[in-house]
């Protein structure tokens, strides 16, 4: 259980002891009568009371919550420089763009039939 865990559940333990303890001889004090079926308090006794308990389970409680926090740095983290590949600048061979031609080949027989003529390309 955490440190915390437990500082809270003290706190609301001595609050209740405290309203069980501290709070009726209180109310007594202030003057509780019976009145038709109920209590009623002439005099601000509780008042007092609950407020006393009250100051110091707020000043308990707030000194658990409000506590400065212990910071504490995450570890250096060491960063290694990237390793370093050399390599060979690629080959590029230039070849020169080829010279193309276009040219008409006439109409000719092939033996068993016409060829109608047609465009051609000549490229070196």
Do not use: D
């Amino acid at each position: 259980m955490k440190r915390a865990n437990k500082v809270i559940a003290a706190v609301l333990i001595a609050g209740v002891l405290g309203m069980f303890l501290v709070l009726p001889p209180a109310a007594e004090a202030g003057g509780r009568h019976w009145n038709h079926g109920h209590y009623h308090y002439s005099g601000v006794g509780p008042f007092w009371g609950g407020l006393a308990v009250g100051a110091v389970t707020g000043l308990v409680v707030g000194s658990v919550i409000a506590a400065p926090r212990v910071y504490v740095p995450p570890p250096p983290v060491v960063y290694q420089p990237a390793p370093v590949v050399v390599q060979p600048a690629p080959v590029v061979v230039m070849q020169a763009a080829p010279v193309c031609s276009n040219y008409w080949v006439n109409t000719y027989w092939n033996g068993y039939q016409w060829v109608p003529g047609y465009w051609a390309q000549a490229c070196r």
